[in-house]
């Protein structure tokens, strides 16, 4: 093993777990935004419960994700210097689109969020957490467009051995990435409805076990079929949104980055009316090329034919990425998510109709499978960027920078395995505390709040004032 293997592991080993709490940000501070609007139309007390108990759990996971991302920083200069020099000017217009624009938005609103409920108007307190759900989708579109230009470099000219950006607006247009975003931020909101309903699934089993522990609070209402409904609306709908955009990427990929396309599948050679393997041994006759061209007789290239091509093409190296690990993750990603999304409309069938006057005939194996199903479309997020990420190898630029062309070459393997050892160990720290958080926070339940005041009563009088009727919560 030498600096390069090293430093590839630190690089995929560091993302995956800052990956872990990005779609979840993405799909509960929509959530989060959306039981505020509901309270802020309704005046229901559930609503602000559901917006304080859901909008801490969104506040934890966004810390822990900026915590995350700023090593990802870091490492550029570290391990990846010549990958930088490469890319940097071409990368440099939209990451700081993303920190100067969508970060300093996302941050600044949601800290007016945290601080303003009894220093802002209703209205003014709504817009900043829309605001700050707003500055999160912009962070991801620019990222997602920088990652995509690794897939397809478009809108860029090689100057002095370094990419140089001709054509900012062909770079955030990129057809890879258009078809990106919405692929990844429909599957954060997958992420985000299944967290959601694992955790009603888990208050609404533990409430059916003590039913009287709660029944002061509750007012004759179960507030977890409010965002249990919601959920499985917002799982169900972004699960239509990632097969389709899916399926524009499974398009792409063909034309643009083929040996990816046959590293998933486990097709060797050129292949007229390929077929498709859902496992080894079993093939669906001419599924491929359908899936790749819409046409069932397409030739689809074989991972061996490509090899040859790209020997001739760029010179001798191995081309093929791993092989079992594209192939797998590809599996993973597609039955765990369906999975999810499975579950979602059965979800909404079994609590449709009249079963909303007695939310307590939610049968409790569902509620039990919400929550068994909690690890499932993260899983299925993260298999999808090793497919995504892995898939591309050898390049770090596609058809342009090789990755053993890209790590900086005075970092030794030492240096290297002491920061893979320090980020493993303050990652592991980091993990339990956000375990801890989250689990206790989950456990609590949301907080009452003091009743609405009477009409009739003036304030601080046989009533509430302005301020009891903020969140008990202090973030």
Known sequence: MDALDLARWQ??????????FVPLT?????FVAGLQTAWHRTGKEHYLRLTKFFGKLFLINFAMGVVTGIVQEFQ?????????????????????LEALLAFFLES??????????????????????????????LSAYFILAANAWMKHPVGYEVVDGRARMTDLWAVLTNPTATAQVPHVVAASFVVAGGFVLAVCGYHVLRERRDPDRTRPVRRGADMWRTPIRAALVMTAIAGAVVAVSGDTSAKLMYEQQPMKLAAAEGLRHDTAGAPFSPVPGVEIPMMLSLLSTNDPNAVVQGTEDLQKRFTQQFGPADYRPNMPVVFWSFRVMIVFGLATVGLAFLGLWLTRGRRKRNPRQVPSWLARAFLLALPLPTLAVVAGWLLSEIGRQPWTVQGELLTAASVSPGVGLGEVAVSLALFTALYGALALAEAVLIVRHVKSGPEPVAPARRPDAPSGVGGNTAADLQPTLMY
């Not at 003014?124 to 700050?132: D, S």
């Open 76 to 96: 550029f200069g570290m391990n990846w210097s010549e990958y930088s020099v490469f890319v940097g000017d071409v990368f440099g217009a939209p990451l700081a």
């Open 11 to 20: 690089f995929g080993v560091t993302t995956v777990y800052h990956f872990l």
């Open 26 to 30: 993405i799909g509960l501070g929509v």
């Open 108 to 137: 600044t609103f949601l800290g007016l969020w945290i601080f303003g409920w009894d220093r802002l108007p209703k209205r003014v307190h709504l817009a900043t957490i829309w605001a700050a759900v707003i500055g999160s989708n």
